[in-house]
């Protein structure tokens, strides 16, 4: 043990203390409508949505490093805003929209006079790795091959805003917290901006259907608690196909160790659950 291994905090973490602290006291975020469901929600597990449908107590909170990333995120995202007001003066922000009854949401921007159509702007901040994968950037062969894009999850809340605010353009941009090394850009061919920023601008023919299916989805799960009393199977979007997963598997889908209601899943177990038999605790 020497003086290079790090000690306990008693200074650094001074703020992330403040930011923990916040989040208990504002408690659970309030939907925009007083819908079941929310936009940010989409793709998730539908008996993720199932639980939040019916108003189900957290078992599992956001955790220390969920709350630092989460509000670095909100920080970019109110400083982009703002610079976005003086590029589009037109442009609106976090306004709200819903499909009644069932989900609703804010927008990151609404731009109505951008060219070729009113367009839907959602931004994503993420680690240096997810922004590799979303450009196609290979760093050890020096190339870009076989971009995946933005998550299916991100074009879907998007599309939905977009759905709801009639626009014709979807927009999703990413913004990576590291950047790409100077050398590893060179190599590719790689401007500065393009070694943190990415954008995709996507078409009413393609994000339009793509709404359509989530809202039918999002809305057969609200019916099913609301009607049939019964919470939906675990099943989640993963890049646009429905995927069955298992929280107590070996290696669980990602998402699992981020659910807010995991132990709560665990304990109902698998299949289709019924109101009367879930463990989980209502706040309403």
Request: proline residues 6%; contains cysteine; aromatic residues 8%.
């Amino acid at each position: 043990m020497t003086w290079k291994n790090p000690v306990a905090p008693t200074v650094t973490d001074s703020l992330l203390l403040e930011l923990i602290q916040q989040h208990e006291e504002r408690g659970p975020k309030a939907t925009a409508f007083d819908t079941p469901l929310r936009f940010s929600s989409s793709g998730d597990c539908a008996r993720a949505l199932s639980y939040q449908a019916i108003g189900a107590e957290v078992t599992n909170p956001f955790d220390a490093p969920s709350i630092w990333v989460t509000t670095l995120g909100t920080l970019i995202h109110e400083k982009v805003q703002d610079a976005i007001s003086r590029r589009y003066p037109t442009a609106t922000f976090e306004i709200k929209g819903q499909i009644p009854g069932v989900t609703s949401g804010h927008c990151d921007a609404y731009i109505p006079d951008y060219p070729g159509g009113p367009a839907l702007y959602e931004l994503k901040t993420m680690g240096g790795f997810a922004f590799e994968k979303s450009i196609g950037l290979k760093k050890q062969a020096r190339k870009f091959a076989d971009p995946e894009g933005p998550r299916a999850s991100a074009l879907m809340q998007a599309a939905i805003n977009a759905y709801v605010h009639q626009c014709e353009w979807v927009i999703i941009g990413h913004i990576s917290l590291e950047g790409i090394s100077k050398g590893v850009a060179a190599s590719v061919g790689m401007d500065d901006i393009a070694r943190t920023i990415a954008e995709w601008k996507i078409p009413k023919d393609v994000w339009y259907p793509i709404a359509e299916q989530e809202i039918q989805r999002q809305a057969g799960i609200v019916e099913d608690v609301e009607q049939n009393g019964v919470l939906a199977g675990r099943i989640i979007i993963d890049e646009f196909t429905p995927k069955a997963i298992d929280p107590e598997a070996d290696r669980p889908y990602w998402k699992c160790d981020y659910c807010s209601y995991r132990e709560t899943c665990i304990a109902d177990g698998n299949g289709i659950v019924r109101l009367d038999e879930t463990v989980a605790i209502r706040r309403k």
